[in-house]
C-alpha cells in the first residue's frame, strides 16, 4: 500500500518499489491548505481517460489522469480501499488513493484540514 505521512502543513504519499514505477512518481505532497474535501466512498475504475501513467480499464490506475474534473492522480487497484481528495489551488483536482486504513486515514485528513 502507499504510505501516507502528515506533517505540519501537509500530507505526504509516499510510493515504493514497483508503486514507484507504475504512477511515475516517488512521492505527492499536498499542502493541507488546498485540500477542500475528503472521501472514503467506494470509486470505480475508469474505462478511459488520457493518461500519463498506468492503466488497465477497470482493474488498475497509477499516474495522472485527464477526466472531466480536470488533472487527477490515481493510485487504485481496489475502489472500496480508497480515499479521494478534492483539491484547490494545486496541480491536481482531485487524487483518489488506495491506503491501509481508509476509513482512520479520511477522519485524519478531516481533522488536519478544518
Known sequence: ????????????????????FLAMKRTLNIPRRSIVHVSTDNVTLLWYARRLGTHI???????????KEGKSFWYVKNGSKCITLRLK?????????EVDDKESTGDQLTRSTM
Not at 6 to 16: I, L, Y
Not at 57 to 67: L, R, V
Open 57 to 67: 480499464p477497470k482493474f488498475f490506475m497509477a499516474g495522472t489522469f485527464w477526466i
Open 1 to 20: 500500500m502507499v504510505k501516507v505521512e502528515f506533517d505540519r502543513d501537509s500530507v505526504v504519499f509516499r510510493f515504493n518499489g514497483l508503486q514507484k
Open 89 to 97: 489551488n494545486h496541480e491536481y483536482s482531485k487524487v483518489v488513493i
